[in-house]
């Protein structure tokens, strides 16, 4: 019978290093320890390549503040160069303690993974664990011992460009996929004993509910949904031992957070459990100037220490006036140490102290096993969104016209915030149908810009690719954003596919040529019309660096395509918000919720994905309709595959509180589970649903399992309709 993922909950636990912290921090000096507190950059985040140490006798270099004990953390990868640095820390400096060495991994370091949101699509957090352990190794190997990962922004907001890099909208989910890769970046290392890295999730806290979409800016809600929704993933990092959290730039309902005691320490530390160390976004503690809540460095630095804020990323602050503050005022000395701390119990739990070198592993980079995993993940994450008369899979005896810039781009393709991907022979969609020797012509199509074709070039280039079709069984069109359009800074006030391309299109359907689209992007998009004008449309989203291969394994029917969507895909920008735990209205919506320009519904529900199978839900049984708010409800479900192809279908489960004390969602996601069907067989899927998962969050921030009639709903998607009642004493 199919397993299903559980929250865990084993917090990080300084106290088995507490005594040799204490002996450590009573030997360092003020200097010392405002040093552990300072965190270096040292590489630039665009090339990655401009390599400076600094002259040895040059003061203010990075060996000078090694030497002198200055640096508690090197933004830095490289194993010769944090090796080097390390060495530093360790023999030159005073007490020889060693440097934690920060560094962005993703969605994969050197073998790249499809972006969060589309590996979020498998709704498999243990492949995901998966995915984060060949990284943490690949990381560990390139001399990284924490990396700023995952990134757990809770989003129900498309615009923002970072939705890309989360888990979708959805809190249930993004905590399985919070802990799974925690657990998955702070794998053991047999040789040593301790984890290869720590793992920093961020960023805490709010980020993702930046308004209009644009980055930083300010992020307001009402305390019961951040509390019951958005907060829920970081408790779930909390809980699956992460190392350390990241706090976010932003305000948070009145509050920047960088300076918000009430959220680092009342709420993270005191109320989750978190007992790892925080490090401020880079150079958000001087930016607490720019939030006007600050009058200078030293203020700003005095505010975001005693709020809770443990490393100071990059801008300096706390190495230029911690020292002074310490001196000036008890309070501040008692943060510093407390900080201190923090930073040393999780060097203790790294085993940095004992093995402060990391080993190269070149066996780690990019094996053979990482690659097939990205190749199978970029698989399980595609979304068949649209298959008009049985159009996919494609027969592979047949010639197809291959359209679209994106179908040769490997940059594009790997998408956002692959910083370490190596020159390995992965393949774009172009590249994999050329070694999988299909029958093909190629043609770019469109440009990413649009103003690089005049009318003159546009109207020639079109009739090419008519010309091409007409020659072709079938048309494979690979469209979307490039991967610049998504990530930091990379709001969009427009969710549409760039027009040129859905014009490409119409042309290609008045003709009355067969198109099979592949949609690559890394946001949820409106694309109504590119659904419309496809007989098949694949969401590939930007799937990394065997996405290529990925794709045409999806499309040629060599895998029989899985993904689900975590986000809800909008019909228009403005519907935004839109998701599916909308709180329930007094006028229901399909009646009064209407736009008088545009449907209320969403062009494709969250939870949404086809395959090349055909599944019946049978029925539904729930053996213990009464149980107790401690309880755990116990459903088995009966599906059918009726297809001659096996398929791995999404078992999801979604309730209602039928009367509550105060509004609650007209559904939400509580439970689901993955079944695998032999072709033409049946399974009884089982979900055994916590009681807890059933809570509300009352208006003084309680949150309790009420008593009265609840519904369940179970089926493919967030509109399913096989519903079942229950009761909760």
């Given at each position: 019978m199919p397993t299903q993922n559980h929250l865990i909950k084993a917090p990080f636990d300084p106290s088995p290093y507490a005594d040799m912290v204490e002996e450590l921090l009573n030997k360092m000096t003020v200097a010392e320890k405002v040093g552990q507190i300072n965190l270096e950059c040292v590489d630039d985040f665009e090339g990655l390549t401009e390599w400076n140490l600094g002259s040895p006798a040059e003061e203010g270099s990075i060996m000078d503040k090694l030497r002198r004990g200055c640096v508690g953390a090197v933004i830095c990868r490289g194993f010769e160069k944090n090796t080097k640095l390390q060495q530093i820390a360790v023999k030159e400096s005073r007490l020889g303690i060693p440097l934690l060495f920060g560094y962005d991994v993703i969605h994969g370091h050197r073998t790249i993974f499809p972006i969060p949101l589309g590996t979020a699509s498998t709704w498999d957090p243990s492949i995901l664990e998966k995915t984060e352990e060949f990284a943490a190794k690949e990381a560990y190997s390139d001399g990284i011992n924490w990396v700023f990962a995952p990134m757990?922004?809770?989003?129900?907001?498309?615009?923002?460009?970072?939705?890309?890099?989360?888990?979708?909208?959805?809190?249930?989910?993004?905590?399985?996929?919070?802990?799974?890769?925690?657990?998955?970046?702070q794998t053991v290392n047999p040789d040593t004993g301790y984890p290869y890295v720590a793992a920093g999730f961020k960023h805490y806290c709010g980020y993702g509910l930046s308004e209009g979409g644009r980055d930083y800016d300010a992020c307001s809600i009402n305390e019961q949904t951040l509390m019951m929704d958005y907060m829920k993933p970081y408790a779930a990092a909390v809980d699956a031992g992460a190392m350390n959290a990241m706090s976010s730039f932003n305000v948070l309902n009145g509050e920047v957070v960088t300076a918000s005691r009430y959220y680092l320490t009342e709420i993270l530390r005191e109320k989750f459990g978190f007992g790892g160390f925080v490090v401020s976004d880079y150079g958000s503690v001087a930016e607490l100037i720019e939030h006007r809540v600050a009058g200078d460095l030293k203020d700003a630095a005095s505010i975001a220490i005693t709020a809770g804020v443990d490393m100071d990323m990059a801008s300096g602050t706390y190495l230029d006036h911690c020292e002074a503050l310490y001196k000036d005022d008890s309070r501040f000395a008692e943060a510093i140490d407390e900080a201190v701390r923090r930073i040393l119990s999780v060097k203790f739990a790294l085993g940095l102290f004992e093995h402060p070198y990391n080993e190269e592993h070149p066996e780690f980079t990019a094996s053979s096993e990482s690659i097939e995993l990205a190749r199978e993940v970029a698989r399980k994450s595609a979304v068949l969104l649209e298959n008009k008369n049985g159009t996919l899979p494609l027969d592979k005896s047949k010639k197809y016209l291959l359209l679209g810039q994106l179908a040769d781009s490997l940059r594009n393709m790997i998408g956002t915030w692959a910083l370490c991907s190596p020159e390995l022979p992965h393949h774009t969609v172009k590249g994999a149908m050329e070694e999988g020797n299909y029958s093909f012509v190629y043609h770019v199509g469109y440009p990413m810009d649009e103003s690089e074709w005049d009318a003159d070039l546009r109207a020639s280039q079109f009739d090419e690719v008519l010309s091409l079709a007409d020659e072709c069984d079938g048309v494979i069109f690979v469209c979307?954003?490039?991967?610049?359009?998504?990530?930091?800074?990379?709001?969009?006030?427009?969710?549409?596919?760039?027009?040129?391309?859905?014009?490409?299109?119409?042309?290609?359907?008045?003709?009355?040529?067969?198109?099979?689209?592949?949609?690559?992007?890394?946001?949820?998009?409106?694309?109504?019309?590119?659904?419309?004008?496809?007989?098949?449309?694949?969401?590939?989203?930007?799937?990394?660096?065997?996405?290529?291969?990925?794709?045409?394994?999806?499309?040629?029917?060599?895998?029989?395509?899985?993904?689900?969507?975590?986000?809800?895909?909008?019909?228009?920008?403005?519907?935004?918000?839109?998701?599916?735990a909308l709180l329930s209205s007094g006028r229901p919506r399909e009646r009064y919720g209407r736009y008088r320009n545009c449907t209320a519904e969403?062009?494709?529900?969250?939870?949404?994905?086809?395959?090349?199978?055909?599944?019946?839900?049978?029925?539904?049984?729930?053996?213990?309709?009464?149980?107790?708010?401690?309880?755990?409800?116990?459903?088995?479900?009966?599906?059918?595959?009726?297809?001659?192809?096996?398929?791995?279908?999404?078992?999801?489960?979604?309730?209602?509180?039928?009367?509550?004390?105060?509004?609650?969602?007209?559904?939400?996601?509580?439970?689901?589970?993955?079944?695998?069907?032999?072709?033409?067989?049946?399974?009884?899927?089982?979900?055994?649903?916590?009681?807890?998962?059933?809570?509300?969050?009352?208006?003084?921030?309680?949150?309790?399992?009420?008593?009265?009639?609840?519904?369940l709903f179970i089926g493919h998607d967030s509109t399913c309709k096989l519903s079942l009642p229950f009761t909760i004493e």
């Open positions: 757990i922004d809770l989003c129900r907001d498309p615009r923002w460009g970072r939705v890309a890099e989360g888990a979708g909208e959805d809190p249930l989910l993004a905590s399985l996929i919070a802990q799974a890769k925690v657990k998955g970046f979307g954003e490039p991967e610049s359009w998504s990530g930091e800074c990379s709001g969009s006030a427009t969710l549409e596919i760039p027009g040129i391309q859905t014009e490409l299109l119409r042309k290609l359907k008045e003709k009355g040529h067969r198109v099979t689209s592949v949609l690559m992007c890394g946001r949820a998009v409106a694309c109504r019309e590119i659904s419309e004008l496809s007989d098949a449309l694949l969401l590939a989203w930007h799937n990394g660096s065997e996405g290529g291969a990925a794709v045409c394994d999806c499309i040629f029917g060599d895998c029989n395509p899985s993904g689900r969507l975590p986000i809800t895909f909008p019909y228009h920008v403005g519907q935004i918000p839109i998701h599916h969403p062009l494709y529900p969250f939870g949404y994905g086809l395959s090349y199978s055909e599944i019946r839900y049978n029925g539904a049984v729930i053996d213990n309709p009464t149980l107790s708010a401690d309880d755990t409800l116990r459903v088995r479900v009966e599906i059918e595959n009726l297809s001659d192809i096996p398929v791995c279908e999404t078992v999801q489960a979604y309730f209602k509180d039928n009367v509550s004390s105060v509004p609650t969602p007209e559904r939400k996601l509580c439970g689901f589970a993955k079944a695998e069907l032999a072709p033409h067989s049946k399974v009884e899927v089982a979900l055994l649903i916590p009681a807890s998962r059933f809570a509300l969050m009352t208006r003084d921030l309680r949150e309790i399992v009420e008593s009265g009639e609840f519904t």
